[in-house]
């Protein structure tokens, strides 16, 4: 079992920066996958970005070059850093971590909300 917290979300204007963190709890961190994903008010989840065992990211085009992913393994925390942020943005953010051997083990955090707004 692991548990995953997410926290750093809030209220932020056009262009401006947050750091999401993710915490988790239980065992085995440094061998799930870690990612980030979002769902907005009417639309569906989607990925944000993620990061594998081995440090490999990848990004949703959409944040391409405004946000970076990244983990801490002796600190079992996921980070996702997000610059040059937009109001389309906005939606709320989860961690999550999954099994790479087996997909169907996965965890998911409560979730914490960024908007982007002036």
């Known amino acids: 079992q692991m548990q995953l917290v997410e926290s750093g979300g809030g209220r932020v204007q056009p262009g401006g920066s947050l750091r999401l963190s993710c915490a988790a709890s239980?065992?085995?961190?440094?061998?799930?996958?870690m990612g980030w994903h979002r769902q907005a008010p009417g639309k569906q989840r989607e990925l944000v970005a993620a990061?594998?065992?081995?440090?490999?990211?990848i990004y949703a085009d959409s944040v391409k070059g405004r946000f970076t992913i990244s983990r801490d393994n002796a600190g079992n925390t996921v980070y996702l850093q997000m610059n040059s942020l937009k109001p389309e943005d906005t939606a709320v953010y989860y961690c999550?971590?999954?099994?790479?051997?087996?997909?169907?083990?996965?965890?998911w955090g409560q979730g914490t909300q960024v908007t982007v707004s002036s």
């Open positions: 239980g065992s085995g961190f440094g061998s799930y996958s």
């Open positions: 999550n971590a999954r099994f790479p051997y087996d997909s169907r083990v996965q965890f």
């Open positions: 990061i594998t065992l081995g440090d490999s990211t």
